[in-house]
C-alpha cells in the first residue's frame, strides 16, 4: 500500500529553527509537495522536490532522499504566523497526490 | 480575482437528502479534482477530472458523483447523504493532468450530515 509519514505535532519557540520530516512509500515517484494550512484555511504550495538534495526559498528549505523514501521541510527565524498545519504528499506513478495526515507545528513566543 | 470558489462556505443536512457543493475557477486550468479532510487523515481524492468532458474516481468516490460541463466548473453532488460524510471538502485545480504542476485550492467547505 502507499503510506505517508510525519509527525502529529511540533512545538518550536519564535525566532527558531525547526525540522519538519516526512516519509512515504508509494507506487512510483513524480514528485514530493510540502503545502502550509493555516486552521480553517485552504493548503497553499510550499515547495516541489523531484531530484535529490536541498531547495531554498527564503526561510523554507526543503530536502529530498529519494533511495531512502525521505523528504524535510526546515523553517527558519520562526514567525508566530508559522504556526499551521505542514501537508507532505507524493505524485504517484499516476500522477495523482497522496498526502501525509499533515504536521501540526505550535510556536511559542 | 483568478482562484478557485466553492459554495456553501458550510451547511448542515439531514441524512438522505441530495446536495450538490459547488466549484468554479477562473484560471482555465485543465484539471480539477475534489478531496475530502477529515481529523488525523490526509486529504483524499474523491474525483478528479483531466480536462472538459471527462471524469474519474480517486481513492474514496462511493457516494459521490462529479461532472465536468466546460472547463471552469466541476460539482459535487452526494445523491443521498450519510453521517460518514460530514467532512471538510476541497476543491482543487492544476494546470494539467499528470504533470508536476501545483494545485490550487478552494476555501472548502464544511458539510456536516445528521
Known amino acids: 500500500g502507499q503510506n505517508i509519514d510525519q509527525p502529529t505535532e511540533m512545538t518550536a519557540t519564535e525566532g527558531a529553527i525547526v525540522q519538519i520530516n516526512c516519509t512515504y512509500q508509494t507506487s512510483g515517484f513524480n514528485g514530493l509537495f510540502w503545502y502550509q494550512q493555516h486552521a480553517g484555511e485552504a493548503p497553499t504550495f510550499l515547495s516541489y522536490n523531484v531530484l535529490d538534495g536541498l531547495e531554498e526559498k527564503g526561510r523554507f528549505s526543503s530536502f529530498l532522499s529519494r533511495s531512502k523514501g525521505y523528504s524535510y521541510l526546515l523553517l527558519k527565524e520562526l514567525q508566530m504566523k508559522d504556526s499551521a498545519s505542514y501537508l507532505c504528499?507524493?505524485?504517484?506513478?499516476?500522477?495523482?497526490?497522496?498526502w501525509g495526515a499533515g504536521t501540526k507545528l505550535i510556536i511559542k513566543p | 480575482i483568478a482562484g478557485i470558489t466553492q459554495a456553501p462556505t458550510s451547511q448542515i443536512l439531514a441524512a438522505g437528502r441530495r446536495m450538490t457543493l459547488r466549484c468554479t475557477q477562473d484560471?482555465?486550468?485543465?484539471?480539477m479534482y475534489w478531496y475530502r479532510q477529515d481529523l488525523g487523515l490526509g486529504l483524499r481524492l474523491i474525483h478528479y477530472s483531466n480536462t472538459a468532458g471527462t471524469t474519474g474516481k480517486g481513492e474514496v468516490p462511493d457516494g459521490y458523483s462529479v461532472s465536468r460541463a466546460n472547463t471552469d466548473d466541476f460539482p459535487l453532488t452526494l445523491a443521498s447523504a450519510v453521517p460518514s460524510q460530514t467532512s471538510v471538502y476541497f476543491c482543487?485545480?492544476?494546470?494539467?493532468?499528470?504533470?508536476?504542476?501545483?494545485?490550487?485550492f478552494g476555501p472548502g467547505t464544511r458539510l456536516t450530515v445528521l
Open positions: 504528499a507524493v505524485l504517484d506513478s499516476n500522477y495523482q497526490l497522496i
Open positions: 482543487a485545480s492544476s494546470e494539467r493532468a499528470s504533470s508536476a504542476n501545483e494545485q490550487f
Open positions: 484560471m482555465r486550468h485543465n484539471a
